[in-house]
């Protein structure tokens, strides 16, 4: 829930991962979505960044981790990436509306690639 979130200054907050729905995104008429909460913190300086890979990426990524996770098994990746187009997708489908800085980034190259290309827009 948006209202726990404490802000004791610094330069800003990372969500990883988050929102994953609509309604986190947005809220409904009892509670506020997590962009309008960061919207009123940080009025112009809200970024939302996709990683893109190709799914077979992915999954070989997934699956050659040193301690594999119950929800690395393919048939389980197969659900979560339903669900991502199910109820994540239609948040960046409708993000611009809100007027937030969005980028797509390339999350094939290495790790220190992917965050090189991040730090460029923030940068910007």
Do not use: C, W
């Amino acid at each position: 829930e948006v209202k726990r979130i404490k802000v004791n200054g610094g330069n800003g907050i990372v969500f990883s991962g988050s929102p994953r729905t609509v309604l986190e995104a947005y809220g409904d008429e009892e509670r506020q979505g997590l962009i309008d909460f960061l919207k009123e913190l940080y009025p112009d300086n809200v970024y939302f960044f996709r990683l893109v890979i190709p799914y077979d990426m992915g999954e070989k990524r997934n699956l050659g981790r040193d301690t594999l996770r119950v929800i690395d098994d393919p048939e389980r990746a197969k659900i979560r990436t339903k669900a991502y187009k199910d109820s994540t997708e239609p948040v960046f489908n409708t993000i611009h509306e809100k007027n937030i800085k969005f980028f797509e980034i390339d999350g094939a190259p290495l790790p220190d690639k992917v965050f090189e290309s991040i730090k460029s827009h923030l940068d910007a």
